[in-house]
């Protein structure tokens, strides 16, 4: 079994900058893509950013120039440096990891329970 747990959210001014984490724990044999999504009350949930195991990112079209997500490979870790929030950012921030118990496994997603961040106008 996999688990993550996030931590980082909290509220803060539009403008202001925000780093959330994620520690992936448990059973793990490896992890491929780890990424971060996030809903907004009344709205389904969306892709934040990702990163591939070897560095690859991609990011929604809102959040790119100001949010930048990175990994630790050696501790299970992905992180998701927000800067220049706005309102439009406040939801519920989940980490999500692809992730394989056993070498013959296959992959399979993790999530986080959530992290609220709350941006301020």
């Known amino acids: 079994q996999v688990q993550l747990v996030e931590s980082g959210g909290g509220l803060v001014q539009a403008g202001g900058s925000l780093r959330l984490s994620c520690a992936a724990s448990g059973s793990i044999f490896s992890i491929s893509t780890m990424g971060w999504y996030r809903q907004a009350p009344g709205k389904q949930r969306e892709l934040v950013a990702t990163?591939?195991?070897?560095?690859?990112?991609n990011y929604a079209d809102s959040v790119k120039g100001r949010f930048t997500i990175s990994r630790d490979n050696a501790k299970k870790m992905v992180f998701l440096q927000m800067n220049s929030l706005k309102p439009e950012d406040t939801g519920v921030y989940y980490c999500?990891?692809?992730?394989?118990?056993?070498?013959?496994?296959?992959?399979?997603?993790?999530w986080g329970q959530g992290t609220q961040v709350t941006v301020s106008s």
């Open positions: 999500n990891v692809e992730a394989r118990v056993r070498s013959w496994s296959t992959s399979r997603d993790y």
């Open positions: 990163i591939s195991s070897g560095g690859r990112t």
